[in-house]
């Protein structure tokens, strides 16, 4: 655990888009929750764009309760922007994240940071019992699964549960964009925090409204953890990568060429470029010399891109 000593016990990221239904609902439970357990804290809702009135409901509660504080995007950024806003902004001891929509559970507060206190650095929830459609439940199976064996972290069941805690010095030290929330456990491994368990945590029936994702989430999920797999092991030694490929492509096609030339110049084999193989292999070297220039640029640019995670907050509340 580190020496670091914080202001607050907990800090609570909530991103929301359309829940002005549950704010209300959700800031008085965890009110009751942490007063009871004398915990002093922050409720840090993070309005990703929101149609409804999700940000008049905040500046209410705002304005009744100082450690609940707002911050509001300008237009719809995804999940990911906003709980990289919230960590910028959370000062407790533990960082707990969860959804607006009242089926993560503040009942599970005092667990999580207990899982925290105890030296772990990111604790995942696990809806053992999911009360989701299972056009949304067998996709998630198989995303896990994949990550398990991507990333390595064999002891998670659900990335992508909302309910998560971390030390503060974690979320300090990460960085989440595009839609990498839901591999927030294999980000926080590859910066170096080991210490990663599960909790199994309830999980409820949605109140109101619908859910805010649609099918294009299983897609962009899968690219991502292509992404994110690629940069956790590659991430530092480009190289390892592209120039493996790229020394195995070029030095196919360059056999190729010099099987052609000994065929023309010792067997007297027609010209080397009648024949089709010749064309293959120069589109290999090619192809070999692409990987070493195009694709080394390409992902450093993409990596290091200065408004890669520059939001526009339109107004903020108690910040």
């Not at 206190?117 to 989701?132: E, I, M, T």
């Not at 989430?217 to 120039?243: A, Q, Y």
């Amino acid at each position: 655990m580190t020496n670091q000593t914080h202001s607050l016990d907990l800090s609570l990221v909530i991103p929301l888009f359309n829940e002005e239904e549950s704010l209300q609902e959700l800031v008085a439970w965890i009110a009751k929750v942490c007063d009871a357990h004398n915990f002093s804290y922050e409720v840090l809702l993070v309005d990703d764009g929101s149609k409804d009135k999700s940000w008049s409901v905040i500046r209410e509660l705002a304005a009744a309760d100082k450690r609940v504080k707002g911050i509001r995007f300008r237009r719809n950024y995804g999940k990911s922007a906003a709980l990289n806003a919230g960590f910028e902004q959370a000062q407790g001891e533990v960082v707990i994240t969860m959804d607006a929509d009242l089926q993560d559970s503040p009942d599970e507060i005092p667990g999580l940071v207990e899982m925290i206190r105890s030296g772990n650095d990111l604790v995942s929830g696990w809806k053992q019992k999911r009360y989701d459609p299972i056009t949304k439940t067998v996709p998630t199976r198989l995303f896990n699964w994949a990550t398990r064996k991507m990333s390595g972290i064999h002891n998670l069941h659900d990335f992508n549960c909302g309910l998560k805690a971390y030390r503060n010095e974690v979320i300090k030290n990460i960085e989440v964009y595009g839609e990498m929330h839901r591999y927030i456990p294999v980000i926080a491994k590859w910066a170096g925090f080991n210490r990663i368990a599960e909790k199994v945590v309830q999980h409820s029936p949605r109140k109101y409204g619908t859910t805010k994702f649609g099918l294009e989430r299983f897609v962009n999920g899968f690219l991502d953890l292509l992404s994110i797999t690629f940069v956790s092991r590659f991430g530092k030694r480009p190289m390892h990568f592209f120039g493996l490929l790229g020394t195995f492509s070029f030095l196919v096609g360059f056999g190729i060429a010099v099987k052609l030339a000994v065929d023309k110049y010792f067997f007297q084999v027609y010209n080397m470029t009648d024949r089709p193989l010749f064309f293959f292999g120069m589109l290999a070297m090619i192809l070999g010399t692409q990987l070493f220039l195009a694709g080394f640029l390409g992902e450093m640019i993409a990596r290091n891109a200065p408004d890669r995670n520059r939001y526009q907050v339109s107004e903020s509340t108690n910040i």
